[in-house]
Each structure stands twice: as structure tokens, then as C-alpha cells.
């Protein structure tokens, strides 16, 4: 006998539950078991891979089910009532998606970086409509129900500077730190908006940001860039810490841009090696905000 669910379904369907349906349904809450793809089924049900692709369909036609992207679900929450789709915290289904796509040697290799660790700290002043997340397998971009998701392929001796966060109540997922976030953005300012903002999120965070952690994490990352970055930034900031000089002694002669995002133009400075290709009202202007 079918499991009946009192909440209706475009006015005339109502979300029912056929006994395989109810028994997968039970064992996924059982389990906590929020997003998952065929093996789990299979192994909850015991269907054959035929079956389970029909039993999949009518759940997701009756609105129990969603299918996220291919051979990826997650369940509709019954209390939703009459919405047939759920879509649910953007940073746990990329916690998720990265668990179903790496290497089960590098499923927990990932942290919410860039622009959306940005966001996650308030170090913002625009909504960041991006799902960036850093990785160590190599994952393509994915679009999932509307949302962009992008995978920032990440050495491995580049995966530091990283904690628990609380997203939801019962939900936790890797972000970088506030001096992580700031230095993944100096070396990708692309996944940022540009160097502006990094600079900006620097400067709102300036009262937190604590420079010996910065620092030490930069000579960890070891890239030339952000070396130039950080040093012209805590500068530019006023910013002054006995080991700041310490990182001029570690970028060679060759020039690079303040912003890889925007045209080779601009002065050189060169005490930091860098093309100032930002002008200097703006960086100025961060200040007075």
C-alpha cells in the first residue's frame, strides 16, 4: 500500500509514495543522505539498473526528486508543500558535487575560495552570483539549475589556510580563512572581480587580518604574483609589518600587472615589480569607504 503525502501537486497530483519510492525515501533521511546519484540507489533499493532509472523518473515527475544534473538528485523537502523543486544551499551542493566527481583519494581536497569565501565573510560589496570552489581534480565548470559553479584547480601543497563553517544549522563545508581568501585573490583576481574588489576586501578586513598569518601563508604559496600584490597593498594600505620588506627579496627582476584582468598599460613600479594597470583614484578611494 502507497505512503499518501496530504500536500497537492499542481491542484490534482498529490505527492505519492509506492513502496520502493517510500523505502528510498526513508533510508536517505535514515542516513542523512541529502544528495546522491545511482549507486546509492541502487544499493538502498536493490533494483537493477533499469528499474532504478524508471523509479527515478516518477519521482521526479511526482515531485518527490529532483535531478540536479545527470546522475545527480536530491530530494524535495515534504514540508515545501506544493513545490515540485528544491534547489537548496548553493556551497553544500558544491561540497557535494565535488564528493560525486573527484577521486575518492581527494573528496575532501576542496574549500569555498575567491569570490564566494569573499562573500561568506563579508569582505563584499556586491553580491557574488558565482560558486567558487578550489580543488584538486580537475572539475569542469557546471551550470546546476540555473547557478554557475566554478572549480579552481589547486596544487595540492596549496590546499592550507581552510576551515569548518557552519552554513546551516546542521551543515558544515570548508572555507578559506580571511588571509587565505585575500591571497587566493591576489593570485587569481579573475575569480574575484578584479583586483579591486580584492583590495577592497582586504581593507574592510584590515582590523582582522592578521599580517604574520599572511605572510606566512604567501611564502607557503610561493608565486611571484602574490608577493608584488601583497607587499603593493599592505602599502598602498599603510599597512606596516617588519616582515613585509622580507617579500621584495623574493620577486625577481621581470615586471607583472597589478590586475592580469584589464590591459597592459599603466606606470611601472619598481619597487614591487609591477605594472600599475588600476588607477590610483580608485585604489585611493578604497580608503575613504
Known amino acids: 500500500?502507497?505512503?499518501?503525502?496530504?500536500?497537492?501537486?499542481n491542484k490534482?497530483?498529490?505527492?505519492?509514495?509506492?513502496?520502493?519510492?517510500?523505502?528510498?525515501?526513508?533510508?536517505l533521511y535514515s542516513q542523512n543522505i541529502k544528495f546522491f546519484?545511482?549507486?546509492e540507489i541502487l544499493k538502498i533499493t536493490g533494483l537493477t539498473t533499469t528499474s532504478a532509472h524508471?523509479?527515478?523518473s516518477r519521482m521526479i515527475h511526482r515531485g518527490v526528486l529532483n535531478r540536479l544534473k545527470s546522475g545527480f538528485y536530491n530530494l524535495v523537502p515534504f514540508e515545501l508543500g506544493e513545490e515540485r523543486f528544491y534547489f537548496g544551499n548553493p556551497y553544500i551542493i558544491a561540497r557535494e558535487f565535488v564528493k560525486k566527481t573527484a577521486k575518492k583519494s581527494a573528496s575532501d581536497?576542496?574549500?569555498i575560495s575567491h569570490g564566494s569565501a569573499m562573500q561568506i565573510?563579508?569582505?563584499?560589496?556586491?553580491?557574488?552570483?558565482?560558486?567558487y570552489a578550489s580543488v584538486r581534480n580537475r572539475i569542469l565548470p557546471q551550470n546546476i539549475m540555473g547557478t554557475d559553479f566554478h572549480f579552481v584547480l589547486c596544487k595540492k601543497n596549496h590546499l592550507f589556510g581552510y576551515n569548518n563553517f557552519w552554513i546551516e544549522k546542521s551543515e558544515k563545508i570548508f572555507v578559506s580563512d580571511i588571509e587565505k581568501t585575500i591571497l587566493d585573490g591576489l593570485k587569481m583576481p579573475q575569480y574575484c572581480g578584479g583586483i579591486i574588489e580584492v583590495a577592497k576586501a582586504m581593507w574592510i578586513?584590515?582590523?582582522d587580518l592578521n599580517i604574520d598569518k599572511i605572510l606566512n601563508y604567501a611564502r607557503r604559496l610561493n608565486v611571484g604574483a602574490v608577493y608584488r600584490r601583497l607587499g603593493f597593498l599592505l602599502e598602498v594600505f599603510a599597512i606596516n609589518h617588519r616582515g613585509v620588506e622580507s617579500l621584495r627579496k623574493k620577486i625577481s627582476n621581470t615586471y607583472q600587472l597589478l590586475d592580469p584582468t584589464?590591459?597592459?598599460?599603466?606606470?611601472?613600479?619598481?619597487?614591487?615589480?609591477?605594472?600599475?594597470?588600476?588607477?590610483k583614484d580608485e585604489l585611493t578611494e578604497i580608503t575613504r569607504t
Open 121 to 131: 565573510h563579508q569582505m563584499v560589496t556586491q553580491p557574488q552570483l558565482i560558486i
Open 54 to 56: 524508471k523509479l527515478i
Open 109 to 111: 581536497d576542496y574549500y
Open 12 to 27: 490534482s497530483q498529490l505527492k505519492v509514495l509506492d513502496p520502493k519510492s517510500a523505502k528510498l525515501v526513508r533510508e
Open 205 to 207: 578586513k584590515r582590523n
Open 1 to 9: 500500500m502507497g505512503i499518501k503525502m496530504n500536500t497537492n501537486y
Open 262 to 279: 584589464l590591459p597592459k598599460e599603466g606606470k611601472h613600479n619598481s619597487k614591487w615589480r609591477l605594472q600599475i594597470n588600476v588607477s
Open 37 to 39: 546519484g545511482l549507486k
